[in-house]
Structures are given as C-alpha cells and as structure tokens.
C-alpha cells in the first residue's frame, strides 16, 4: 500500500490520467461553435421576438384589445390604447412593447384569448439606440410576415398556444418512454 | 556582525506590523456575482472576514406582493438563475399547498425530471467554476459540454434556456415531446461516464487535494446550528434532504440515496457529495422516465385555478370568465391562510412562506434562501485561514447573489 503510494506521487499518475483524457479528447471532433458564423438553429416554439398575427383574409391585425396580455405581463411593458373603429369595434390604435423591460415568459401568448400575440423563433435582434428596440404595432405585424407567415403561424397556435384540451386529459399517442431497439 | 546589519535589524524590530483590511468583491471574478468580503488581514492570514451582501436586491418578495399568484411565478426564475426550475417548482409547489390543489401523476414526474435536470446544470457549474477559481481550468471546458446539452432540452421542452417559467401551478405549461424524452434518456444513460471524466481530472489530483482537504471544516453538530442544508449540511455528515424528509412531487415513488460526507466536513467532503449527488440525479431521471405514466399535466379539477384549455375560452361562457378573472384578478377564491413549503433546490433548503388575504395576490411572501444562510457561516470557514482558502470557501457553499439579495 505503502509503496504503491510512493510509485503514484513520484510518477504523477494521476495527473498523466488527467493529460490522457485531454490527448483523447482532442482528436475528438470539437463540440464548440463558432457563433456569428455558425448560428444556433432556434427549436421550434422558442421565445424569441414578438409578432403580432396578421389575420390573412383581412390584412389587419386579429387583436381585440382587450388588454388581457398587458394584465398578466410581469414586468408591464406591454401598452395598449384602444379606441373605436369606423365599424363600433374596438381596436388597438396604437400596440407597443418595449423590448429593453419585457422577460420573454410567453404568458402574454398563454393570456391572448383569440391568438392574437406570438413569440418567434428570431432571436437576433440586438440594437444601438432604444428606439429600434421599441416596437410599435406596424413592427410586429411585419414581424409576422417576416417570420412567422403562412403555415408556420398556423402549426405555431396547434403546438404552442397552451394550455390546449390535451393538457387536461390522456390522449392517444402521448409521449412515452420507449426501449431502444438494439 | 557588522554595524550596518546591527542598525538593520534594530530598525525592523522599531517596525511596527498592523492588521490590514482589504476589501474583497463586489467586483472580484471569484465572488460568484457581486458578494464582497471585508477581510482583516494579519499577514495573510484572515483574522475577520465580514460579507456585505444586498448588491443585487431588487425586491422580489415585495414584487410579488403586486403580483397575481401566476404571474409572480417568472419573478422566482430570477432567484438563483443558474437553476431556475427549481425555484419555479417550489413556488408552484407552495401555492399548490395554499389553494388545496393537486397536481396530476404526469406533472409530477415530468416536474420531478426538470428539477432534476437543473440540479444536474447546476451541480455542473459549481464544479466547473470552484475548480476554475481554485486553478483547475480543463474541468470548465469539459462540464460545459454537458450543460449545453441540458439547455438545449430546456429549450426544447419550453423555449426558454434559462429563465424557464415553465411549472404552472397546477401542473406544467405543456407535455413533454417525444424527441425531449428519447434524448434525455440518451443523456442520461452516458452521464455517469461524463462525471467519471471530470473525476479523473480533480479527484486525485495532488493540487486539488491540497487546496480542499482540510479547508472549512465544520463539524456537524455547527452545521445544523448555523442552519445549513444542502450539500454543506450533508458534507458534514447529516443525512438531510427535503426531498426524502418531506417528499413533494414524485420523490416518494423514486429510489435515490442522500449522500454524505465523511468526517471532517471540509471542502473536499462537500466536492464528493454534490459529485455523488450528479449521479443520483441522472439515476433518478432514468426511473422516472421509465416510469412516466401516461394522463393530463393540468389539474382537470381546479378550474377556478388553472386557466381553461384554449378551445374553450371563446366557446363557453364560464371558461370565458374563469380566464378573464384569472389573468386580470387572479385566483380570488383563494382560501385565507398561510404557508410554509420547501423544497430542495442544488444549493439547499429553498421555503417559500405565503400569507394569503383571500384576494388572487399574495399578501407577503417571504423566501428562506439557502445561499444567504451559506453566506453568514463564511465568517466562519474563512476566519483562521488563509487568504487564498477565502476563494475555496466561497466556492464550497455555492453561492448564488441572485437568490442571496433578492
């Protein structure tokens, strides 16, 4: 016992271990990734940028105004000013978030009654000025058209608008825990 | 003896030596964040180390009393923000006790999973960063790897890479996909492979050994006065885990063992533990996943407290005003009361204390943050030392100042 101690402190045996695994690991392919150039792809649902959704049978925005997404949102940066439109509806005059204050906790998209707010995958959205990074309504809705148009918005509400009646019950197919074959 | 020697040493005898005190932090890269140690040092030993913590404050439990009881929820992700899921799960957990609601069998495990996997995270960020301070740099490259891994799957589970806010009270925001399960039970099966390599690098290492062993000692009987818990408490021999002491979700129908360290409770020891305790929680993720039964992720039977399936809001009146309450109002039917709920989160015994009014916002909250607790014994461990165990200290109770402040 003795001995095997001294062989271990004279030969450096458990650093040499150590230097082992480095020299494997470095003929392993490199698990780092060079950002700016290589980007990583956002999984679908991510909570990115907002959009607002663009209904696309009018051409103008689905939200009602009725302030639900500014109630819940925990840090308040969502204003809305309603008004009457030429038909008696009320509609969102004017719809601001100020990005600098807003957490991307998705309640306001859980808190939407008709499925009127997203968060898209986009997640470069870095400024200079403060400006850039307060978007009115004109900018979200081109966000919808930027990143989240056609059948991409549709299958975002089927997956990611919760909770849906799947959470409240046993549905066929749920993900389960499955042997791999082999 | 020469003259001039003579009048040399006279001179230093004349010298007169004093305490010097330095003020370590709030800027310091090895304080975790913004902590900031006053020491008083006696050459370079540490005759009084005094931490001034409140950098970070931004009053959260005051926060939350403006708050509905939901959407306070994003506020605990910014408790200890390396692994917030746990946070989440013991504020839900919390509020779940304070309304008399019961989450289904399939929220609690997949809760139980999360949890486990940002103990996982996070266990592997303290060892990184403790052995980076100490001056082992090659264990942060390789622990990095695993928690991108892990992010990742948060991601993929709630979009959300950090500030997850994904337990709902009543449940969880969605159900787990197929992908998230099949490569979570990839990861897991070859963690114990990974924890082996960061092993191989540290363990024996006779540097590391040095900088551990031996260093903060505290026995045990001092570490249940000082209110420890967690791996500091359990480094010291004391089997306490909150979650085999007072199971919540699904640790009562999961097998894990409570590790714990030999005597004399110091660095070292506590380093063991939280190794041991990364391989009980891939093993209990693995149970869990094995076992996931099949069901709903929302309490079906608290409507007054979970908002209504979406299909519903705009087809039924009473789902209609169920969610326009809830998000506007909160739960108002919220019994009058009080609370007080832990759970253990990778740094410790986390308790939320709830007073209710009856109205859907929490009159007080108050949260038992086990990081400010760890960071009143630093006076402790570090007194007597040197200065350079200071960094092993602050390093061995894993603080976070995010949970510490508030």
């Known amino acids: 016992m003795e001995f095997k101690k001294i062989i271990k402190t004279i030969f450096f045996t458990e650093i040499l271990k150590g230097m082992a695994l480095t020299f494997k690991s470095m003929l392993s392919p490199a698990v780092t990734r060079q950002y700016p150039e290589e980007k990583h792809p956002a999984m679908p649902g991510f909570r990115g940028l907002h959009a607002l959704v663009v209904d696309p049978a009018t051409g103008k925005e689905k939200c009602i105004a009725c302030g639900l997404c500014a109630a819940i949102c925990p840090s308040q940066c969502i204003y809305i000013y309603s008004t009457e439109g030429p038909d008696n509806k009320k509609f969102a005059e004017r719809y601001e978030i100020e990005l600098t204050r807003c957490i991307y906790c998705a309640f306001c998209v859980e808190a939407c009654p008709v499925g009127a707010i997203v968060l898209t995958e986009h997640y470069e959205y870095t400024d200079y000025s403060r400006e850039a990074l307060y978007m009115t309504k004109e900018k979200l809705m081109a966000n919808w058209n930027k990143y989240m148009a056609g ?11 919760h909770p849906t009646a799947d959470d409240y019950r046993a549905y066929d197919g749920q993900p389960m825990f499955r042997k791999r074959e082999g | 003896m020469g003259e001039i020697e003579q009048e040399k040493l006279t001179e230093a005898a004349a010298l007169k030596t004093r305490e010097l005190t330095v003020s370590m932090g709030p800027q310091h890269p090895a304080t975790h964040g913004v902590l900031r140690l006053v020491l008083d040092l006696d050459g370079e030993t540490v005759v009084k180390c005094t931490p001034h913590v409140g950098y970070l404050h931004r009053g959260i439990e005051k926060l939350a009393e403006n708050r509905t009881y939901l959407s306070a929820l994003p506020l605990t992700d910014r408790l200890d923000y390396i692994s917030s899921m746990s946070n989440n799960i013991g504020y839900v957990v919390a ?18 999973i999360v949890g486990e996997m940002t103990r996982i995270s996070s266990h592997i960020i303290w060892v990184a960063t403790h052995a980076l301070d100490i001056g082992a740099m090659t264990v942060f490259l390789y622990s990095f790897r695993e928690r991108e891994w892990i992010l990742d799957l948060l991601e993929m589970l709630c979009g959300a890479r950090l500030t997850v806010s994904y337990p709902r009270i009543g449940g969880v925001r969605n159900d787990v996909s197929q992908e998230f399960i099949d490569s979570l039970y990839k990861f897991v099966e070859g963690f114990d492979k990974r924890v082996d390599e960061y092993e191989t690098l540290i363990d024996q290492n006779r540097i590391w050994l040095k900088r551990t062993k031996g260093i903060g000692v505290i026995s045990a009987e001092e570490a249940v006065n000082w209110g420890l818990s967690g791996p500091m408490v359990r480094g010291s021999g004391i089997p306490y885990d909150v979650r085999k002491y007072a199971p919540y979700d699904a640790y009562d129908k999961v097998e894990f063992e409570v590790p714990v360290g030999k005597d004399p ?74 609370i007080y709920s832990s759970v253990e989160v990778p740094k410790g015994e986390l308790g939320f204390y709830i007073v209710s009014d009856g109205t859907g916002r929490p009159y007080r909250m108050r949260l038992r943050a086990p990081s400010f607790i760890h960071a009143s014994v630093l006076p402790r461990l570090c007194e007597g030392g040197l200065i350079a165990d200071v960094i092993a200290n602050i390093g061995t109770i894993d603080i976070v100042l995010g949970e510490c402040d508030r």
């Open chain 2, 95 to 112: 509020v779940e006790r304070l309304l008399g609601i019961e989450a289904p069998e399939r929220a609690k495990f997949i809760r139980t």
């Open chain 1, 151 to 161: 059948p991409k918005g549709e299958e975002y509400f089927k997956k990611f608008w």
């Open chain 2, 265 to 338: 409770g110091d660095v070292y020891d506590r380093y063991r533990c939280r190794m041991i305790e990364l391989r009980q929680s891939a093993w209990i993720i693995k149970q869990c996943i094995e076992k996931l039964p099949a069901g709903p992720v929302m309490a079906p039977d608290a409507p007054k407290f979970t908002l209504p399936p979406k299909d519903r809001v705009l087809k039924d009146m009473e789902s209609l005003i169920h969610h326009f309450i809830l998000i506007t109002k909160g739960p108002t039917t919220a019994p009058k009361g009080e």
